[in-house]
């Protein structure tokens, strides 16, 4: 290849960069900047071989069991129920489940109380927290000065685990959608999570419910106090104590005097 064909293979190989987006080339001691570093091929870690792979769609890596869009534009809450009854995205839960349990209450209340999963009664009955648990909170809510009408009870799966077993993260995961428009329609103020599994899913956090409890978080606006399930309390009588000062701290920021 003579000087003016080295030439034109030159100009056509900054022109194809140019096409894609390189817009400065490093010499071969400098470290890559930014921008390169992200379009150069990865190696391989168990051949050590370059590979390219399709990028993810960005809604796709923010949502990995992002739902149909008619689902998260459900414009009202018996819409979402229904939708929600259809579901099959969670094979063995689709298969063992009785029905489906969507949620209970006020759909305009100021506060939710969110579970992590139904359980064998739930499933038998179609409601939230109506079992030995349920009847608990029933009377932490009624200490509140509440009634059960006046708030909204929900969990973070609508179907049931077999065995009660706790929610699986791929199972959160394809709930997820479901859950966030239901809270989205509902638009309380504040939510209280029910035990580990409720407040770590819906923080989206590892840190253990001990550690979680005694703090106002936040969720999309929401102010969101977590305390132990009534369950845990059921097994073990002195956590009482410390989830009714969890209650006082979020009765306090209600402005409910008790």
């Not at 708030?151 to 009660?164: D, E, F, S």
């Amino acid at each position: 290849m003579d000087q003016p064909d080295y030439r034109r293979a030159l100009e056509q190989c900054l022109e194809g960069l140019l096409a894609a987006g390189v817009r400065q080339l490093p010499r071969s001691t400098a470290p890559l900047t930014l921008q390169e570093t992200a379009a150069e091929p990865a190696p391989s870690p168990s051949t050590g071989q370059t590979t390219i792979d399709p990028p993810l769609p960005a809604a796709a890596a923010q949502t990995p069991a992002a739902l149909p869009a008619s689902v998260t534009a459900a414009p009202t809450l018996d819409v979402l129920q229904g939708q929600v009854a259809d579901c099959r995205r969670c094979d063995e839960l689709a298969r063992t489940r009785t029905q489906t349990v969507f949620g209970v209450g006020d759909p305009n209340a100021r506060l939710c109380f969110m579970g992590e999963a139904p359980g064998a009664d739930e499933d038998r009955q179609g409601e939230p927290f109506v079992g030995r648990a349920g009847q608990l909170l029933d009377k932490i809510i009624q200490a509140c000065r509440m009634q059960r009408s006046e708030v909204y009870i929900l969990n973070t799966l609508k179907c049931r685990p077999p065995g009660n077993r706790n929610p699986k993260p791929e199972e959160a995961a394809n709930c997820s959608g479901f859950l966030n428009r239901q809270l989205e329609l509902i638009d309380p103020e504040f939510i209280c999570c029910l035990g580990a599994v409720a407040a770590q899913s819906l923080l989206q956090t590892q840190t253990p419910i001990g550690r979680l409890r005694g703090g106002v978080h936040d969720y999309r606006g929401i102010k969101v106090v977590c305390t132990y399930h009534p369950a845990y309390l059921l097994r073990n009588p002195a956590a009482k104590k410390d989830a009714w000062d969890d209650m006082k701290m979020l009765m306090s920021l209600m402005g409910v005097e008790l």
